[in-house]
């Protein structure tokens, strides 16, 4: 008997998944030969955060949004800051519809949210929730804004980036020996930034480890390529706090952090 298997493009892994199954980010799965996503309506977390928190500092400051996450994620960082929803199988979740999810957005207008951010999770691999959101937020006047690893094919990426107004990027490391260990692609997350950077207000971040991904070379070859897209592009350096299966290490220090934001200050406008 043939073996039903079905190919999932969302993301480089490209998963071949079998019936039933799931692929490695967990939320997408075959039914009766067509890959979707499993995680579709399926809400772990829900809350209304100061836009500064996604980070984004130069999308209207002062502003609140509503945050929506789902469960799972294409990567597998050790150093996860959300690990108990990226690495879950949607076992505790909550039922919403994208009208749900417009209607709870709407009601905090008057808190000063400005729309959804999709957020907390890896938003890419429930993308066709993700942009049935996205498309009813923008029809009534909310932003829609990404916050993301990254790490999904650059043809869907094209398709589904016009339906944000903002997004911070996590840029997580220049080695591809490094992105491979963790489950991602650099040259994916590259390919992404430049089709992300000229259509949306695009904020990036690296978490900062030391010993780990923070040589002076390699947060100097981030910043020069951004700067290579738009000098202004806000750069995120950010303290990594032990977490998740690296709970062993130390928290990055605020002298070192200090030094590699004068490095990437060489380079761009907007250093944080």
């Known amino acids: 008997m043939r073996e039903n298997i079905a190919s999932c493009n969302a993301c480089p892994h490209r998963c071949r998944i079998k019936s039933s199954g799931r692929g490695v980010c967990r939320a997408r799965t075959n039914i009766n030969g067509k890959v979707t996503s499993s995680a579709y309506g399926k809400v772990t977390a829900l809350a209304l955060d100061p836009i500064e928190k996604k980070p984004l500092n130069f999308f209207y400051p002062g502003s609140f949004i509503l945050s929506v996450g789902s469960f799972g994620c294409n990567m597998h960082c050790s150093f996860c800051q959300n690990w108990e929803i990226s690495t879950s199988d949607g076992g505790r979740v909550e039922t919403m519809t994208p009208q749900d999810i ?3 957005a709407l009601s905090l207008k008057k ?3 400005i729309g959804v951010a999709y957020t907390y999770n890896e938003p890419l691999i429930n993308y066709e929730f993700v942009s ?8 009534n006047g909310l932003k829609n804004v990404l916050v993301s ?3 999904m094919t650059p043809s869907l990426f094209s398709d589904f980036i016009p339906l944000m107004d903002a997004a911070n990027i996590d840029f997580k490391s220049a080695d591809p020996g490094f992105y491979r260990a963790h489950g991602g692609d650099l040259e994916t997350v590259r390919e992404n930034i430049k089709i992300a950077a000229p259509l949306i207000h695009l904020e990036i971040t690296t978490l900062v480890i030391e010993g780990i991904n923070d040589k002076d070379e390699e947060i100097e070859g981030i910043a020069f390529f951004l700067a290579g897209i738009d000098k ?10 032990p977490r998740y299966k690296m709970k062993d290490r130390r928290p990055t220090s605020a002298e070192r952090l200090g030094k590699l934001k004068s490095l990437a200050g060489k380079y761009l406008n907007n250093v944080l």
């Open 102 to 104: 417009l209607d709870a």
């Open 111 to 113: 808190c000063g949210n």
């Open 132 to 139: 049935d959101c996205a498309i009813l937020a923008r029809q």
């Open 149 to 151: 690893n990254g790490v």
């Open 232 to 241: 202004a592009i806000p750069y995120h350096l950010t303290p990594f706090y």
